[in-house]
Every structure is written in structure tokens, then in C-alpha cells.
């Protein structure tokens, strides 16, 4: 995969012309994120940093080679054929695909701005299915899309979307972990600021 990822950052246009080349490169990638495995110690990380976690390092290489081949390729580029192998993860039972398609969706979101400004509803309906699901990891990950959401397409989704949002983190904000309440007052504070500015 490094062989690959690098080959894409090197030569991108090259890259672009080789047919498939994310439907057959990303599942891969995902499949790495998934290699995560339920801690139960995940939630006593009550700050949220997340270089303290201890992430597998095959985890960590597939969330990093996701951003570098989504930058490489030009998110805006491929943003239909990802969100497709997104989309197809969410739909899955298993908390694992749920959280690898919340992490490629975050790490999208911030290279595809253009392609994905006419979809924020749809996008955000998205995210909020997984926000208060039963799965602490999964609405961890969840909150990190809406971050990545938050930031990218602010103010539009300050100014025109708060009447989801705002509910969504309120409801987290008073739940019994404390490190999905840290999280959700994180981008609350986020969303403010980012409004403020």
C-alpha cells in the first residue's frame, strides 16, 4: 500500500487515469482502520488525545494513507466514488465498518469542500445517525466528522444547520462517558468559535 500511496502523491495524474484505482485502493485502507479493537479502557482518555490512545499502528497507517491518497487524488475529484465505499460501510452491522466510514468521511471532508458544499444536509443526517449510537467509538468517530464538517463548510453550517447540530451535541454533552461528553463540548466550542470569528 505505501508502494501505491506514494506512487499517487508522486504521480497523480498518472494515478487518475488507472482505472479503479480507489474502488480497488480505499476498501483496503479501510480495512486497516478496522483492525481496531474495542478497549476497555478507551473511555478513561478523558482529555480526547488521541496520540495517547494505543491505536494498533496498522490502524493509525490506514487512516494516514486515506488522507494522503484523498489529498494526492484531489478529494473533489473522487468524492462520488468515496462516499459510495462510505456509504456502503455505514450500512454494515459491524462497528468497525461504521467507524472506518466515519474516519474517511472526516478526512473527505476537508479535501472535497467544493464537490460536497451542495450536500452538507445530506452529509450531516450522515453524521448524526451515529452520534448517539450504542457504540462509544462510533460516536466518537462521529464527532470527529461533525468537527471536520464544522470547519470546513463553516459558517454555512453554523449559520444554516445549528437547529441539528446544536441538539446533537447537548444530548452527548450529558451522557454517563466522559470522553464522548469531552468530545462534544470540544465541537460545540469548535462550532462557536469558528461562528465567532
Known sequence: MELIVTYVENKPAFARKIPQLTENCLPIMMSMVEAIEEDADWYKNIGDEEDKDEIEDLVRYGEESMERFFVAMGGNRISSTVVSIILNKLSSDKWQHQYSGLRALALLLSCAE?????????????????????????????????????????????????????????GLMTGSNQRIRSRAAKVMWLAERVLAC
Open 114 to 170: 467544493k464537490s460536497l458544499a451542495t450536500h452538507i444536509p445530506q452529509v450531516l443526517d450522515m453524521i448524526t445517525k451515529f452520534m448517539s449510537c450504542g457504540m462509544q467509538m462510533v460516536s466518537w468517530a462521529a464527532l470527529g466528522a461533525l468537527a471536520s464538517l464544522c470547519t470546513c463548510f463553516a459558517p454555512t453550517v453554523q449559520e444554516e444547520y445549528h437547529h441539528v447540530v446544536l441538539p446533537s451535541l447537548q
